[in-house]
């Protein structure tokens, strides 16, 4: 079963704008990480916050993370055509991970 | 490439048969972890072995089983296929036995059960 769920399920922008997506979940965590996977394709790592921090940046990206309101958001600034692609977040419970069913990104050239 | 190696790339069979996947972790990785990827399901965390041992379980079926051998790759046994069992299959590895550590994917093996 799945414990983050991300929203909006689908996101279509044009090439330039930001990107945000959520994710909320339900029980306690350790830490929580974005993915990123193109179609058909393996997913890729982008970022991991811990629960104890509250935001994190790398390149382009920008997660946070509000443990009380249990969610979590990234941000993609200046969105490029090569983002298209899914992004899950995955929720880290002591051994236990759980992924999202994913947001669904297309950045219009 | 993240260095993780799945074989076959794609696999067609018949209900009722069983298949064996292959996975090589990425070169000094311990854990390898089973998922699996459909439409209705989304991806789903199945099991975890780490150094040859089994770490942890998600929702891997009895069907199913799995092992890690002494250099460390990895074989997903799927056994009495169903129609349902179609879907996309990834190993990951990471370095260590945590699950909160950043796992690397393999490319997938698409199943299709006929």
């Known amino acids: 079963s799945q414990q983050g769920e991300e929203d909006p399920q689908a996101l279509s922008i044009q090439e330039g704008e930001n990107a945000t997506m959520n994710c909320s979940y339900k029980?306690?965590?350790?830490?929580l990480q974005w993915y990123r996977q193109n179609s058909g394709r393996g997913l890729v790592h982008l970022i991991l916050i811990r629960s104890n921090e509250r935001e994190k940046h790398s390149g382009r990206l920008r997660v946070t993370l509000d443990t009380s309101k249990k969610s979590s958001s990234l941000l993609i600034t200046a969105s490029r055509a090569a983002d298209t692609a899914s992004y899950f977040c995955?929720?880290?419970?002591?051994?236990?991970?759980?992924f999202g069913a994913g947001t669904r990104l297309t950045v219009k050239p | 490439d993240s260095g993780v190696t799945q074989t076959p790339k794609h696999l067609i069979t018949a209900t009722g048969q069983r298949v064996t996947l292959r996975c090589s972790p990425r070169s000094g990785d311990l854990s390898v972890y089973w998922y699996q990827q459909s439409l209705d399901q989304g991806l789903q965390f199945l099991i975890q072995y780490y150094n040859g041992e089994e770490r942890a379980k998600g929702n891997i079926l009895e069907r199913f089983s799995a092992q890690q051998f002494p250099d460390l790759h990895s074989e997903l046994n799927l056994s009495s296929l169903e129609l349902g069992d179609s879907a996309l299959y990834f190993c990951?590895?990471?370095?260590?036995?945590?699950?909160?550590?950043?796992?690397?994917f393999g490319p997938g093996t698409r199943l299709t059960v006929l």
């Open positions: 995955a929720t880290v419970n002591n051994n236990d991970m759980r």
């Open positions: 990951a590895s990471s370095a260590d036995s945590l699950a909160g550590v950043t796992q690397y």
């Open positions: 029980t306690s965590i350790n830490n």
